[in-house]
């Protein structure tokens, strides 16, 4: 009777009433039923359509992970790959749910399983529970937009959207927000929003979060949802409220005007916020003694973006942002989370001050915690929030300077660029022998980017002239060959325009260095200190041997440094032991050779004079050009220009720092060399002019200049270039003028050197400065300041009243044809609030026509790129006259 009544194909013994089920037993388990309903199942099938049982999923993992190579996996995954192929082959497979879920298993592995997309969709449409689980998994698994069975799951979709079990519509909910395309979040949207008003907690929530999907994919659906979002906030379900939060969150990120809306919700937020904090024990909601932390997390983010610029909103969290920063417990690593997302709440938005210095406490505590993720993300916020409260800040450097001796790298790194943001001019001096300490034992990338900023902030904070120099001749000591290109010229040209005790000082100083690099070998690995002590002592190298260098005092910071006077044979000695090194470049070589030729004026003994003329003649037939031209002019001053020789070599007068000097506020961000070797003696050339020069022919088919042979991955970079030409006067005369003969060659080499020198020289006619300014708009301002003469001097000036800073600058110019542009480095590529960037431009314009510019600006702003462009036409028109 029982068998009339059921089919077999459709017994569910489980749910047969006893009266009904000579087989039931409350013994029984749900896989004896199942195990009686497939042995039911296999008396019944005809014996020529029979298929041998399935594999269990359980015993195809078994076989799976005993394979011990991958041949015989792969082998093992075939075969079961091949039995399903069959069994999908049969309209009424009873083994359809088994087969799925191993070919969902065999897909995690990275096998093919597409083939099994329409089965999903089979199950799906059946009425079993069960079966809709694995068919909406699978669906979600192996379907995606691109698929055209995706568009067939949309009426499935919508049949169980409407189903009266809350488990099936929870299923459907979560498939449409896994895999929903626009036009199928379109055609169900409606049946979402109305699933958000049902009386039933578990399918509200599971609306909310389908909804939340739905926008991010669809943001114009937005407005259908708002009337029933804020019904949820009133929800006292605790899984209704995050999801909701959670899709209000996502709704106020993508419009502004939806944030301007939901700003009136800050009371309720703030109300439930509240609770949670004052709520007893809830064992349903308690994690570590804290009620429900993912709720208050996300109120927390909330509550942040609503009350960002906007003094009302802010006012109105004031009071419990300081309550939960007050009464949350640190001691569990839950509580922590909620006071960090406190203080990002109160980073953010327009805070008391009493408020942020709270905040920063609770962050200088964290860097007291023994664990190094929440070192980590205090010294990140640190870093981030300075700006806003520095004197807070400040309170915690001597915590953050312990930060430098941890044996985490990234927390040394996050020190070490939160320790120069704090750096000022009254805690320089100590701030810079930690980092002197921290220099030393630092990884090689972090060398570079640590010794170039020690570099700025020395040459901005310096308390004093001797300060300044012992600082700068640690850094040569400790970073070596990480130092930047640049070091050397600046601390040349500090030296020169130092008072002549100081420069006394710095060639004793340096002697010694040099003395020691010399003898210890190590020379090849501090050849900035070695260059700088090569010009000092070429320079001064009357004062170093002289006996009044004795009465010099060489007490520097760490105390009094021994000096013992040289004999200039012995200084010539060190010269030839570095010369004849076969581990020093070319461009320390050349620094060495020359400041040799210069002490031959400041030495007065004739066997000094005469073993320097030897080593100099040497380099006459060196296997380097540079160095041979060198010594083959240098020799022609001991021959026949030997009475030229004093006033050639004579010492060069004080030197000026140049005037587009960069802005020392971004020293931190400085970019890092890319190996210790960069200061190879390899020109830098200005691609942006190789590249306008190489992919812009001129009018009559012949080229300007023989263009550089540009790699295949900078076709993007040309595009751009050409972008920028575009619009400019570009047209040049049908014949371009000759350009002049090469002077002749001398007939003797004795005129390398002094060819021209008597000459009378055309002094160009320099124009006063003046102020251009070049583009104006979301608080960046770009301006040039602009100085005349044959060749134009542009200095570009980059400041931001923006309040975040602007990372990844890049300035780019172009000019028409007719002009020759070079741009030299920028000082920067982060342009912090109130900060700048500065960069040289240099145009020769030989036509004498008006210059116009067209520049390009590039920028991230908060992880946002940002694109300006501009034309500058109003230059002063006598600017090359």
Request: aromatic share 6%; with cysteine.
């Amino acid at each position: 009777m029982a068998n009339m009544a059921y089919p077999m194909y459709e017994v569910d013994w489980s749910v047969l009433p006893p009266e009904q089920n000579r087989r039931f037993n409350p013994a029984f388990n749900i896989a004896t039923i199942k195990q009686v309903v497939n042995e039911a199942i296999e008396r019944v099938a005809p014996v020529s359509v029979r298929m041998p049982t399935p594999t269990r999923l359980r015993d195809l993992i078994r076989q799976i992970r005993a394979a011990r190579t991958a041949a015989e996996e792969r082998s093992v995954v075939n075969k079961e790959c091949a039995y399903i192929r069959s069994t999908f082959r049969e309209e009424d497979s009873v083994w359809r749910c088994r087969n799925i879920a191993k070919l969902l298993y065999i897909h995690m592995l990275g096998y093919p399983a597409h083939f099994g997309q329409l089965e999903c969709l089979k199950l799906i449409a059946s009425p079993r529970f069960t079966d809709k689980r694995v068919g909406y998994l699978g669906a979600m698994l192996l379907l995606d937009e691109r698929q055209d069975v995706h568009l067939l799951i949309t009426n499935c979709l919508k049949n169980d959207l409407n189903s009266n079990t809350q488990f099936v519509v929870g299923l459907a909910l979560c498939t449409l927000g896994a895999i929903a395309s626009p036009e199928m979040a379109r055609d169900l949207a409606s049946e979402v929003e109305r699933l958000i008003k049902s009386p039933n907690a578990y399918i509200k929530k599971k609306a909310a979060l389908c909804a939340f999907r739905i926008i991010r994919r669809v943001p114009d659906l937005m407005e259908m949802f708002l009337p029933a979002t804020r019904s949820l906030l009133t929800e006292k379900n605790h899984g209704v409220l995050i999801t909701g939060v959670t899709l209000i969150t996502e709704m106020c990120e993508n419009s502004p005007d939806t944030l301007n809306h939901f700003k009136k919700i800050v009371p309720n937020l703030v109300r439930i916020l509240k609770n949670l904090i004052l709520a007893g024990y809830s064992p349903e909601h308690d994690v570590s003694g804290i009620s429900d932390p993912f709720l208050q997390v996300k109120i927390l983010r909330l509550l942040r973006i609503l009350g960002k610029n906007d003094a009302e909103a802010s006012e109105a969290m004031n009071d419990i942002l300081a309550q939960v920063a007050t009464n949350t417990e640190t001691s569990k690593n839950v509580g922590n989370t909620i006071l960090y997302e406190t203080v990002l709440s109160i980073m953010d938005i327009k805070s008391e001050s009493s408020l942020r210095v709270l905040a920063i406490n609770i962050l200088g505590r964290f860097l007291l915690n023994n664990d190094k993720n929440i070192r980590y993300v205090a010294l990140n916020t640190l870093l981030r929030t300075v700006h806003v409260d520095t004197s807070a800040v400040q309170r915690h450097r001597t915590t953050i300077l312990e930060c430098l001796k941890d044996p985490d790298v990234s927390i040394r790194r996050r020190a070490m660029e939160l320790s120069f943001a704090l750096m000022n001019s009254q805690n320089i001096r100590g701030m810079m022998k930690e980092l002197l300490v921290f220099l030393e034992r630092a990884e090689a990338e972090c060398r570079a980017h640590c010794s170039s900023a020690m570099v700025l902030a020395a040459e901005r904070y310096a308390p004093s002239a001797k300060w300044h120099l012992d600082t700068l001749f640690r850094l040569l000591l400790k970073a070596g060959n990480y130092l930047r290109d640049d070091t050397v010229s600046s601390t040349i040209q500090i030296i020169s325009a130092s008072a002549a005790e100081r420069q006394a000082y710095a060639a004793m100083r340096l002697w010694t260095a040099l003395q020691r690099c010399a003898l210890c070998g190590d020379a090849a690995d501090k050849q900035p200190l070695v260059q700088v002590a090569a010009w000092t002592i070429g320079e001064y190298g009357d004062l170093l041997v002289s006996e009044a260098s004795s009465a010099i005092s060489m007490v520097d910071e760490d105390g009094f440094d021994e000096f013992v006077r040289p004999s200039e044979e012995y200084v010539i000695d060190i010269y030839q032991k570095l010369l004849w090194s076969t581990q020093l470049s070319i461009t320390t070589k050349e620094y060495l050779l020359l400041s040799l030729a210069k002490l031959s004026t400041r030495f007065s003994t004739t066997p000094s004079q005469d073993k320097i003329r030897v080593i100099i003649d040497t380099f006459g037939s060196h296997i380097h050009i540079e160095l041979q031209q060198r010594g083959v002019e240098l020799s022609q001053l001991y021959r026949q220009y030997a009475h030229l020789r004093p006033a050639l070599l004579e010492r060069m007068p004080a030197m000026e720092a140049p005037a587009g000097d960069r802005d020392d506020s971004d020293a931190e961000h400085d970019p890092a060399p890319d190996s210790p070797q960069h200061r190879a003696d390899r020109p830098q050339p200005d691609a942006l002019l190789d590249l306008i020069i190489g992919s812009e022919p001129l009018s009559n088919g012949e080229a300007e200049l023989p263009a550089p042979a540009v790699a295949s991955d900078n076709n993007n970079t040309t595009n751009d270039i050409l972008d920028l030409l575009s619009g400019l006067d570009l047209s040049t005369p049908s014949m371009a003028p000759p350009a002049p003969a090469p002077a002749p060659l001398a007939s003797a080499p004795d005129n390398l050197l002094l060819d021209g020198l008597f000459s009378s020289p055309t002094q160009p006619v320099s124009q006063p400065e003046t102020t251009v300014t070049a583009l104006e708009r979301n608080g960046l301002r770009v301006e040039f300041l602009v100085s005349g003469g044959d060749t134009a001097t542009l200095t570009m000036r980059a400041t931001s009243s923006a309040h975040a800073a602007l990372t990844d600058f890049l300035f780019q110019a172009a000019v028409p044809r007719t002009f020759r542009l070079d741009m030299m480095s920028p000082s920067g590529t982060v342009l912090t609030p109130q900060g700048e960037i500065t960069q040289v431009l240099k145009v020769t314009n030989p036509s004498r026509t008006p210059l116009r510019l067209r520049i390009r600006v590039s920028y991230n702003i908060e992880g946002s790129p940002v694109l300006e462009q501009a034309e500058v036409n109003n230059f002063p028109p006598e600017l090359f006259n």
